[in-house]
């Protein structure tokens, strides 16, 4: 999966959970360019994004997000981790 | 009908509060912000808005202790109580005497129940814990009385076994929640840790929907009727092509899917569901295995009533409706085919169409798993629900044969029953005040609690009215509770049941609503309609027994002015009211 790939899906997610379809995210937007992003609603949408690619993030890494770059890498690196590790679900994955 | 968890919590943030809103109080020893927000989003999308009240993080005993708390100046119609199992482990391994752990857990939760309930009135949605078996005895611990597998179990029961005679207490099953989870996991040990939630996101959706079935059912949201299609769905098999000796059932074929999916639906016609069939068939054909197939388990017997033709399901669905007589959104239909599922989906909005699984097999684990019958109350009448509708329908049928209706009412041979409400009805009584939705002036909702209080209080007068007839006796069918106010008796509930309409049973309980006005030296009776979407059939009813209005939906009338309407029902056995 490109990087571009994981801005687009991640915007889409973005935009489904704070329900606001002028979100556009980059690597720099954090809870203080999103009103509603606060730690309940952080939680809310690390569990769609665990869930739309198909990974599980542990508490370091969760609690290490501060921004949506941060996500994407996180994103990257359980998507390969995965990959390596259980290929069989690349297929879901991709 | 399972929504995304952002889903939920976008609904949720689009909840106007309204006064009207259901006001439903969230007390818990973890993070339970995004619980409140799913139950929440729940009600919003059924059309069921909450007002939710959240006590901060661990705030279980102050808030329920202090009289002036925010919890009971909030005033909770419910209250959900949610303790988790990872905060009750931490007690279990300080805890001394480990044997006795659950009596002392289960003990502290009832009192802190009682006194919610005595404060506020709210009904308790109470959470089982999360079974968990922490193999420090591994499967061993269950022959362990000291171990924490054994005691959360005895604990779950314990609290089951303490709420079958607490009226206020709902529990809710966490373990079938679990068990039900087609993704994800139900605790997330991680999330646990760096935020306290004890329910994963994954969950959430879930659990929040089997709040919401309790506050429904609490709020007399149930289903009473299931109309169910025959070939492929009751037998494996067309029976019109091959013969009754060759549809599946039993050791036929795949034939023990269809036994099993009989079982259940008798298991719910035993609890007060009841059955109708609709089915394309020649009636003959239809009816036959009812009668002769040794391996069928449902019987003639536990249909209400069976209708096979050749007529669409959906007109075939609406005569049912109209005989006997149960709101369509209370009905629900299941048939295999999906083209008469989409066909009555589509011209019939109200009925739930649950969508099978191809699989005969797993009819049943579907259906369970979509919980749609969900209850707030089970008296001794619902096992007698299906003769009863039974006897109805033959009386509608009976009914046809005469051109002359008032002659035909006279023949019925109608005798009611009338008296103060008594202790064994005190739970038939709540649930008239829950389930009746069309003959209801002001749709007040009762649990048994109440209804013991109400029959206890001086300031009240309550009748309840029983009909019987030719075809059978119809047990208590109408229920009065009157207000004794200062110049007048107020109707605080008037409510019947729809089965027994247009057969002069509203003659009977107005004339003798107005004797016992005349008896406690009332000279006037006020009464109120408080309209809803589904009472619009009593809209006139005050002002048709002559009662003059007084305001918007207001009514008064004078007791002297009153004569007795005619009725076929005679009185017997009636008793005083003091």
């Known amino acids: 999966m490109t990087q571009n790939e994981i801005y687009e899906r991640l915007n889409k997610i973005f935009r489904e959970t704070f329900d606001d379809d002028s979100i556009e995210v980059t690597a720099r937007t954090s809870a203080l360019d999103i009103d509603d992003w ?34 994407v890498k996180a994103v990257e690196n359980n998507v390969e981790r995965n990959s390596e590790s259980a290929p069989k679900n690349t297929n879901k994955i991709l | 009908m399972e929504y995304k968890l952002i889903t939920l919590l976008n609904a949720a943030k689009k909840v106007k509060g ?40 661990d705030q279980i005993e102050i808030q329920a202790s202090d009289e002036n708390s925010e919890l009971y100046r909030f005033k909770p119609q419910a209250v959900l109580l949610f303790m988790c199992t990872q905060r009750l482990y931490e007690e279990f391994c300080r805890f001394t005497d480990k044997h006795l752990f659950a009596e002392y857990t289960v003990n502290k939760i009832f009192k802190l129940q009682e006194i919610i309930n005595k404060r506020s009135n709210a009904v308790i949605i109470q959470f089982l814990f999360e079974e968990i078996n922490d193999c420090i005895f591994g499967n061993y611990g269950l022959k362990v009385q000291a171990s924490f597998a054994f005691q959360i179990k005895k604990i779950n029961y314990l609290i089951m076994e303490k709420s079958v005679n607490s009226s206020a207490c709902f529990p809710l099953d966490i373990n079938n929640v679990k068990s039900k989870m087609k993704e994800g996991i139900f605790f997330d040990p991680s999330l646990y840790c760096s935020s ?10 879930l659990t929040a929907k089997n709040v919401m079935d309790i506050v429904k059912a609490v709020n007399g949201h149930s289903k009473k009727c299931v109309i169910l299609d025959l070939d492929n769905t009751l037998w494996g098999g067309v029976i019109g092509d091959i013969g009754m000796e060759n549809i599946e059932l039993g050791e036929l074929g795949i034939g023990h899917a269809f036994t099993d999916f009989q079982m259940w639906l008798k298991q719910l016609k035993e609890r007060g569901i009841i059955l109708c069939i609709c089915s394309k068939n020649d009636e003959e054909t239809a009816k036959e295995p009812f009668i002769k197939h040794a391996d069928m388990v449902l019987r003639l017997e536990d249909i209400t009533m069976f209708v096979a033709n050749w007529e669409d399901k959906a007109s075939n669905i609406r005569h049912i409706q109209k005989t006997v007589n149960i709101g369509m959104d209370s009905m629900v239909f299941i048939d295999d085919n999906p083209f008469e599922r989409n066909l009555v989906r589509d ?84 649930q008239l005040t829950l389930r009746s939705n069309q003959f209801n002036m002001r749709t007040v909702r009762y649990s048994e609690a109440d209804i013991e209080r109400i029959a206890a209080d001086q300031r009240f007068l309550t009748l309840y009215f029983t009909l019987s007839d030719k075809f059978g006796d119809q047990g208590l069918v109408s229920i009065l509770i009157m207000e004794k106010r200062a ?92």
């Open chain 2, 18 to 57: 309204e006064k009207n809103n259901y006001r439903l109080a969230v007390l818990a020893d973890s993070a339970s912000q995004l619980l409140a927000g799913a139950v929440k989003g729940y009600g919003a999308l059924q059309g069921f808005p909450i007002e939710i009240f959240e006590a901060d993080y």
């Open chain 2, 347 to 430: 011209l019939i909005p109200e009925i739930i169409v649950p969508d099978l699984p191809a699989d005969p097999a797993l009819y049943k684990c579907c259906l369970e798993s979509l919980n749609l019958f969900e209850t707030a109350s089970f008296s001794q009448n619902d096992r007698e629900r299906t003769r009863q509708y039974q006897t109805e329908v033959g009386r509608i049928q009976y009914m046809s044969d005469f051109s002359d209706y008032r002659e035909y009412i006279r023949k019925l041979d109608m005798k009611s029953k009338a008296g103060p409400f008594e202790k064994s009805m005190f739970s038939r009584i709540a």
């Open chain 2, 196 to 205: 306290k939630m004890a329910i994963s996101p994954a969950a959430l959706p």
């Open chain 1, 38 to 71: 606060d730690s309940v609603n952080h939680i809310a949408l690390v569990a769609e994004i665990e869930q739309q690619f198909g990974i599980k993030l542990d508490v370091k890494t969760i609690a290490g997000l501060n921004n949506v770059g941060d996500i």
């Open chain 2, 487 to 578: 110049d007048a008796l107020f109707i605080d509930t008037f409510l019947m049941s729809c089965r027994v309409l247009k057969r002069g049973m509203e003659e009977f309980v107005i004339n003798s609503m107005v004797e016992l006005a005349k008896t406690n030296q009332y000279d006037f009776i006020e009464g109120e309609y408080i309209p809803t979407s589904k009472n619009q059939m009593v809209k006139n009813l005050y002002a048709e027994f002559g009662f003059q209005a007084t305001g918007a939906n207001k009514y008064k009338l004078d007791v002297k002015k009153y004569s007795q309407r005619e009725t076929q029902i005679q009185g017997e056995d009636t008793y005083d009211s003091e």
